[in-house]
């Protein structure tokens, strides 16, 4: 399995259309990290059950497990394994 790291973040934007879907954590445009989930993301709410990707909302602290790799864009962007949402 590769190696991940955990982050604990803010949500300051949503994304989504027919392709993607993405949240944007801890600032807006340049600033922040892009998280990208796909439906092999498991997102989940506190108590640990799952939730949609409709379910998530900005301002939502959210705890996030990602590879340890990002890309050297600004923002950073990754893929999320996990989103779990800490605090609505």
Do not use: W
Request: a negative charge; hydrophobic letters at 45%.
């Amino acid at each position: 399995m590769e190696q991940s790291v955990t982050l604990v973040g803010v949500i300051f934007s949503i994304h989504r259309n027919d392709q993607q879907q993405s949240i944007q954590l801890d600032g807006i445009d340049q600033f922040g990290l892009i998280v990208h989930i796909d439906s092999d993301t498991e997102l989940l709410c506190a108590h640990g059950k799952a939730i949609s990707f409709d379910e998530l909302e900005i301002s939502m602290v959210v705890k996030v497990e990602h590879p340890l790799a990002l890309t050297m864009s600004i923002p950073p962007q990754t893929y999320a394994y996990q989103v779990m949402v800490l605090q609505s």
